[in-house]
């Protein structure tokens, strides 16, 4: 089993839809959890944090459940320029900061 | 704009040659990584430094090796390329003191073709 798992893509939706990812990991001793963007061809950047009381930044918002070990992230009213792939992160502890990531779930935008 | 930067970006060369990919970084970061990523799939870490002298072997095992001479450099060695090294290199930094963060930067990436 990976230790990062997310949902499969690719996601194809509308301008302006509301798309939600999926992401849950195996080792329940980790510290932190992180969404990074990759666009096609290029590095992935950090998107947003990842906590445990839920955070929004603008039309994103990522939800953490512990217990389940379960992340999410949501983009409401979806722009052509949030195609990309998704990559859900996590940090465990004790390997000194190591990022552990998903295999990422591509996202389609279209007019 | 992270200040980590890579070279070559792209490199096609034949089996057998000796292959040196250069990452430098300018935010004085005491952290550096090299991933390997084919693509569509995920990312995998091959090799990591905590500071100078400092060099590790990440999860993914490899046929590579790195330095750690300077802070700002982390170079990565392929003695001899073969086909099964083609890939995407990416190397990325963060820093020890904001450990708050975890955040890793990234570079643009190598893209390598062996032939």
């Known amino acids: 089993r990976k230790e990062v798992e997310q949902d499969p893509g690719p996601f194809n939706v509308p301008e302006g839809a509301t798309v939600a990812f999926n992401c849950t990991y195996s080792?329940?001793?980790?510290?932190?959890f992180f969404w990074y963007r990759q666009d096609c061809r290029k590095e992935p950047k950090l998107l947003m944090s990842?906590?445990?009381s839920g955070n929004e930044d603008g039309r994103f918002t990522a939800q953490l459940n512990r217990a389940s070990q379960y992340i999410s992230l949501l983009i409401r009213d979806s722009k052509l320029s949030d195609s990309a792939t998704y990559l859900c992160?996590?940090?465990?502890?004790?390997?000194?900061?190591?990022?552990?990531f998903g295999q990422g779930t591509e996202l389609s935008v279209k007019p | 704009e992270a200040d980590i930067y890579q070279t070559p970006r792209y490199l096609v060369i034949g089996t057998g040659k000796k292959i040196t990919l250069e990452c430098s970084q300018t935010?004085?970061?005491?952290?550096m990584y090299w991933y390997q990523q084919d693509p569509g799939m995920e990312l995998h870490l091959i090799h990591y430094?905590?500071?100078?002298?400092?060099?590790e072997k990440g999860d993914l095992s490899s046929e590579s090796t790195v330095s750690r001479i300077r802070t700002e450099h982390f170079p990565l060695t392929l003695e001899s390329a073969r086909p099964s090294h083609t890939s995407q290199y990416l190397c990325?930094?963060?820093?020890?003191?904001?450990?708050?963060?975890?955040?890793?930067?990234f570079g643009p990436g190598t893209r390598l073709t062996v032939l």
């Open positions: 990325a930094s963060s820093s020890l003191r904001d450990r708050g963060s975890n955040e890793q930067f």
């Open positions: 080792n329940s001793a980790s510290q932190s």
């Open positions: 990842v906590y445990s």
């Open positions: 992160v996590v940090v465990p502890y004790n390997q000194g900061g190591k990022l552990i």
């Open positions: 935010m004085g970061h005491d952290k």
């Open positions: 430094s905590y500071g100078v002298n400092s060099t």
